[in-house]
């Protein structure tokens, strides 16, 4: 980064089980790498973003729908969401079709990456294990069609994307 004050980041997420989590930390590691303050917080604790100069935000996908903690978090922000850059990402499929072709926003996440004038929006694999509670899960585990489907490369490489772009815009 060049002599301007570091740029603060929010990295939010709505997840119940941890595999968004486990996204936004990610995403967190590498845009601290990248040289900026970074905080990785659950976006349903999430009351206020006008400490920072940007924001990702995540939530997990579930039968076609963007986790509530999320949506809530975007509407609460609104308007200061639209008054900095932010972008969005979803933990979605248990299977490898995010990393094999770039999938559309589920209705949800693309509705507030309008409303919210989001720069992008990237869906990430999810990830269902033996350890995820509920039925889905456990039906899931008991026909072999769980799996940890995240790609910490993929999520890296999006990063730097986004840092590329928040480098250019100060």
């Not at 939010?12 to 303050?37: M, N, P, V, W």
């Not at 770039?102 to 996440?109: H, K, Q, S």
């Amino acid at each position: 980064m060049t002599a301007t004050k570091t740029r603060r980041i929010l990295v939010a997420y709505g997840s119940k089980h941890g595999a968004t989590a486990g996204i936004a930390a990610e995403i967190g590691l590498t845009l601290r790498q990248d040289g900026f303050d970074t905080a990785v917080l659950p976006a349903g604790e999430v009351r206020d973003v006008s400490p920072y100069d940007a924001v990702i935000l995540g939530g997990s996908l579930y039968a076609g729908h963007w986790h509530r903690d999320a949506v809530r978090c975007a509407h609460r922000n609104a308007d200061a969401l639209n008054e900095r850059p932010v972008w969005l990402f979803s933990s979605g499929p248990v299977d490898g079709s995010a990393e094999q072709e770039d999938l559309l926003p589920v209705p949800g996440a693309a509705r507030e990456m309008e409303r919210l004038h989001a720069r992008g929006h990237v869906t990430f694999g999810g990830r269902v294990t033996a350890d995820t509670p509920g039925l889905l899960a456990r039906l899931m585990v008991r026909r072999g069609t769980s799996g940890d489907y995240r790609n910490a490369e993929h999520i890296r490489a999006w990063t730097h994307e986004v840092a590329g772009e928040l480098r250019r815009a100060s």
